[in-house]
């Protein structure tokens, strides 16, 4: 009797042996690819000032989508006088190159020998011919708002409105009552387009690392998968050992 339950004791622990060596390697296969996955993400991380991954910018639109973020790339923009400016709902580029002024949503650009403006319904941006900022005019110091246009006539800037005002420097307006070359949204050249990519969705790749390290690109259930990856790691370690330390002796 006692032989008997001896035999079915080895029985059962062979049996259990068996399916714990099955589990664990399916564990172990499951896990090395999360394992090589945080160790790469991790090490980028790690080293992210000599990867410049904060510098690093992703266009890739089903990412920033992903993310919520969405946008197209401008293909019209204003001109004047040889200047580009490009817009965005937030940002602007004037000549290529990050606009020195926050101005939504502008309606057009003008410019004189003197100065270059630029408009939106109720601001009026003043910068040099070298592009550098000189005056923002506000509602308060306007002549009528809202703006609907922005032109120039004989070295005068213009503003379209319910009364037209003329100015040939920005700070003493006249009633207008002739004819205006009117700025109107114009098809972006060639070297301006690649300019425009600049203005596109983007996040810096140290924000998506991040993201994909911690699980959070997932969303709500991203860092519930990851607790899941380690609690796997846990049970593979724990496996092990019990399958170490049960193997018959020699």
Do not use: C
């Not at 059962?12 to 993400?41: A, D, E, N, P, Y």
């Not at 708002?145 to 040939?168: D, E």
Request: glycine fraction near 8%; proline fraction near 6%.
């Amino acid at each position: 009797m006692t032989e008997h339950r001896s035999r079915i004791a080895r029985h059962k622990r062979r049996t259990i042996g068996v399916f714990l060596h099955r589990i664990h390697r399916w564990m172990g296969i499951t896990v090395s690819l999360f394992v090589v996955f945080l160790v790469l993400t991790g090490w980028a991380l790690n080293h992210t000032a000599e990867l410049g991954l904060a510098r690093i910018s992703v266009h890739t639109p089903w990412i920033t989508a992903w993310y919520g973020l969405r946008g197209e790339v401008p293909t019209t923009g204003y001109t004047a006088s040889g200047h580009w400016l490009i817009a965005t709902e937030n940002d602007a580029l004037l000549d290529g190159k990050p606009a020195p002024f926050k101005l939504r949503d502008p309606i057009g650009m003008a410019a004189t020998s003197e100065f270059i403006a630029i408009a939106s319904r109720d601001r009026l941006i003043l910068l040099d011919t070298q592009g550098r900022l000189v005056d923002e005019l506000g509602a308060a110091q306007l002549p009528t708002v809202p703006i609907t246009g922005i032109g120039t006539h004989q070295n005068q800037i213009v503003l379209r409105a319910a009364n037209n005002y003329a100015s040939t420097d920005g700070a003493q307006w006249t009633p207008f009552a002739g004819d205006a070359s009117w700025s109107a949204a114009q098809p972006l050249p060639q070297d301006q387009q690649a300019f425009a990519k600049q203005l596109a969705p983007a996040l810096p790749l140290e924000r998506i690392m991040q993201d994909l390290h911690s699980g959070r690109i997932l969303g709500y259930f991203g860092p519930y998968l990851m607790d899941a990856v380690g609690l796997l790691i846990l049970l593979l370690a724990a496996s092990g050992l019990w399958m170490f330390f049960r193997r018959p002796r020699r």
